[in-house]
């Protein structure tokens, strides 16, 4: 065979076994450059209440995501700091899973930047300030054991709302007649409604079942009332009287009357539970206050110059007892009492015109009718923190463990809920007609 030849054979066999070897190989996969893409929070969810101390954040993709690019990227806070954690991944998700636990009742904010990238390394967004968060609020005494029931007044329309599950109108009380006025025992084991009528009565209200249990007779126009477990105390502002409720038989047990015709306007009584603090309803006598001791109802003292120019709006005592805080209607003056000894401390001035108030651990917080709601922290009576809500404010209640706030619109027909710490909304409760006052039953439900 001619040399020539079998080289040419040769290479052509080569060739062809180097095609074969080539046609057997799988061709190199593309390299994915599209960028991930955001999909949501599925838990926490926006503005989720209750949400567990430790509960993991999960966050949603269109593509499997690097869990370690998130570290640096993504955040867990409130106002009192960060919360740190460890990463990890399921499907399409990122889990963030806290290390400790969350406080309690507070709102925290998780946030994550453009930077987070998917598993072939490429980033969300190129823009450096890029972000996703979502806020939720931890859960705390409000939520152990179930919610409080929630009572607002409308005395328009003759009944009562009752929320419970948070901020949902679960029932409507219709058997009360010109309700104004409404409390609660401390125990929550009853509730109270004031019925403003020419024989006055108060209502007993169930608040297992939300049912009016029956009617108790006082003095001509009751408008509001202060309540122990044991007893409690009605001003009928029409008789100018105090109707006293013995609560285990629930019935008038004693009237306080007044021999230099003092007239009664609004109530409140020490949480030692000793004494109750009136002011007056008389026009002519507008800064006059009584004190009473509860043990005999009889006047412990007589209180002059508490207000200057309006009658009162509305009285609370500091939760440890040692200040009484009367708002003066139609004004942003607040004055200051101290219970030791009857004193009056410069008085508290806030924007706008006073509505309502309510005191709570180490703060007050004071309803306007301009729809405004100040915290006021009682160490130096100065503003800590304003939230507005929609309109003029009418009643304003705080939950026992004193972390969310329950604050009645009535030109908008709604119930505003905040939490404290921030003073942020949480909810808004839509109520057929006109709210006013609000109370809290301690009860869980």
């Known amino acids: 065979m001619d040399k020539h030849f079998s080289i040419l054979i040769l290479s052509t066999l080569f060739a062809l076994s180097l095609m074969r070897c080539n046609s057997d190989r799988t061709p190199a996969a593309p390299v994915e450059i599209d960028r991930p893409v955001f999909s949501t929070f599925t838990d926490p969810r926006e503005a989720a209440i209750a949400v567990p101390l430790r509960s993991p954040i999960q966050i949603k993709f269109n593509e499997p995501m690097d869990p370690q690019s998130f570290q640096g990227n993504f955040s867990l806070t409130s106002v ?70 929630v009572y607002v007044t409308d005395n328009t329309n003759n009944r009562v709302f009752v929320l419970g599950n948070f901020n949902e109108l679960i029932a409507t009380i219709e058997d009360v007649e010109s309700p104004v006025g409404v409390a609660a025992t401390p125990d929550g084991s009853k509730v109270f409604v004031v019925n403003n009528i020419a024989a006055g009565k108060i209502s007993v209200i169930d608040p297992a079942n939300n049912t009016k249990m029956k009617d108790i007779d006082v003095g001509v126009g009751p408008t509001e009332m202060a309540a122990t477990n044991a007893v409690a105390y009605v001003v009928n502002r029409s008789a100018r009287t105090i109707s006293v409720i013995d609560l285990s038989s629930e019935t008038v047990s004693a009237t306080i009357s007044f021999s230099d015709g003092f007239r009664p306007r609004h109530i409140a009584i020490t949480p030692d539970e ?58 942003g003056s607040i004055s200051v009492i101290r219970t030791a000894d009857n004193s009056l401390d410069a008085p508290i001035t806030i924007p706008g015109t006073n509505s309502n108030l309510a005191a709570a651990g180490n703060f007050l917080y004071v309803s306007s ?29 705080i939950t026992p463990g004193a972390e969310i706030l329950y604050v009645v619109t009535p030109d908008d027909s709604t119930v505003s809920v905040l939490e404290t710490h921030t003073m942020q909304k949480l909810r808004t409760t839509v109520v057929s007609n006109t709210g006013k006052n609000v109370t809290i039953s301690a009860l869980k439900f």
């Open 80 to 149: 009192e700091g960060s919360i740190d954690g460890s990463f990890s991944a399921s499907g399409n998700q990122v889990i963030f899973t806290p290390a400790e636990d969350m406080l309690k009742a507070m709102i925290y904010t998780a946030t994550f930047t453009g930077r987070v990238k998917d598993a072939h390394e490429n980033s969300l967004e190129l823009e450096s300030d890029y972000r996703q968060n979502t806020w939720f609020l931890s859960e705390g005494d409000y939520s152990d054991g179930g919610f409080n029931r």
């Open 274 to 331: 000793q004494r109750l603090y009136l002011t007056s309803n008389d026009r002519n006598k507008k800064g006059v206050m009584k004190v009473i001791n509860t043990a005999d109802n009889s006047e412990a003292a007589t209180l002059t110059g508490v207000l200057q120019s309006q009658r009162s709006a509305q009285i609370a005592v500091s939760a440890d007892g040692a200040f009484v805080y009367v708002l003066e209607d139609r004004t």
């Open 369 to 397: 009718s301009e729809g405004a709601v100040f915290k006021i922290d009682t160490a130096d009576n100065s503003i800590a923190d304003t939230a507005q809500v929609s309109t003029r404010c009418e009643g304003v209640q």
